[in-house]
Every structure is written in C-alpha cells, then in structure tokens.
C-alpha cells in the first residue's frame, strides 16, 4: 500500500485495515516458522505497511 493510499484513507478505515493486516501479518509469520513460504519477503513488506498505517493513524488522531 503506497503513502498516498494510506493518507486517503478516514481513521475508521486505517483502523480497519490495519486488523486485517495483523492478522495476516501472524498467519504468515506462523506459515513461515512451519515450512518455508516461497517469497519471505512479504513479511518485511507487511510489516512496514502496518507501520506506516500506525503512523498515519497516530497523525491523523492528534
């Protein structure tokens, strides 16, 4: 998800993704500890993505 996307998004909606992306976020940590997954570096992609979703959300709280 680009930054532009993310800064298009209402707090509910940052909200609502970032659940959806945590959840994912451990079903492909867990998948992975399990057997490797074809491409790891989703994870990293993931995980920055959350970030910048927490970020945005910090923003547009304050």
Known sequence: MKKADIKNLSAGDIQNKLAELKVDFNKLKLSHSIS???????????????ARLETELTNKQQ
């Open 36 to 50: 490797p997954i074809e491409n790891p570096i989703q994870i990293k992609d993931l995980r920055r993505t959350i």
